[in-house]
């Protein structure tokens, strides 16, 4: 079951849904609040949780995300997709500046909206694939999206799955950097550095060279593609101080020129 409402306009709503199942029926209560886009806040596209059905049976492990679109004054629209319409459309595109696509966003991506994403990136847009082994199919997702910039994830964790934490000799000097002073992470999946022309590691995995758990690539038009070796995003972030600091920093951004 879904439950959809208007975003439109910012404001508190509340209803009952009528559930039937068999012979039984329940009533719901359901309640939200639209907030008002923060004045000059980063537009950010999330294309797949974390609120739906299947994430958790846990709502408060969602508080750390809400924190982050807060604090980091995030103008936020979901998509969420469904059997049979395209993952990514052109309109919700275009009023993005950054695009965080995950979990089923890549499991479920057709020809047009690798090609839709790829059009963004080319036009200046950020794009933020976050897969790994773990969640079944993402990472044949991810690599339809970033390979043709230089980079390739592999269908692979580290050994045995340990706990990964970088600290400063495997963080990279950059921007998209600033203030993480670490970062931590279970049963990574590893971005290998395919064309070092045009990809870089930001966050590396210790000992493994040309390899990142964090990698970035930029393309002429001031596009860029950055890859985490990890598909619960609004999970991750709770490990560490420097994973929200870290994914706060991917997702904000000036705005693109139009």
């Known amino acids: 079951m879904r439950v959809a409402f208007d975003t439109s306009a910012a404001g508190e709503l509340k209803g009952d849904v009528t559930v039937r199942c068999a012979n039984e029926t329940a009533t719901v209560p ?3 609040v639209v907030q008002r ?3 000059g806040g980063s537009r950010v596209l999330v294309v797949e949780g974390p609120f739906e059905a299947s994430a958790t ?3 408060s492990l969602l508080d750390a995300w809400r924190r982050l679109v807060d604090d980091g004054r995030l103008d936020v629209d979901y998509l969420v997709p469904d059997r049979t319409s395209p993952v990514v ?3 919700a595109l275009a009023r993005a500046d950054t695009v965080l696509i995950a979990e089923r ?3 479920k991506l057709q020809e047009g909206d690798v090609q839709r994403l790829h059009g963004f990136v080319c036009g200046g847009g950020r ?3 976050a897969a790994d082994k773990f969640f079944d199919a993402t990472v044949a997702g991810a690599n339809r999206l970033v390979e043709p910039f230089g980079l390739q994830m592999l269908d692979a964790e580290l050994p045995g799955g340990a706990p990964v934490a970088s600290g400063d000799g495997d963080l990279r000097r950059h921007a998209l950097l600033a203030g993480v002073d670490g970062v931590a992470a279970q049963r990574a999946t590893p971005v290998r550095i395919v064309d070092s022309g045009r990809a870089r590691v930001l966050v590396g995995l210790p ?3 040309d390899h990142a758990f964090v990698a970035l690539a930029e393309t002429r038009s001031g596009g860029e593609v950055v890859v985490v070796g990890t598909s619960l995003y609004w999970h991750w972030i709770t490990k560490a101080p420097g994973n929200e600091r870290l994914l706060r920093n991917l997702l904000t951004r000036a705005p693109r020129l139009k």
């Open 127 to 129: 794009l933020v694939v």
């Open 37 to 39: 886009a923060a004045p």
């Open 207 to 209: 000992g493994l060279g």
């Open 89 to 91: 459309d052109v309109a």
């Open 57 to 59: 049976q846990d709502p």
């Open 30 to 32: 359901v309640h939200a």
């Open 105 to 107: 966003g890549l499991v």
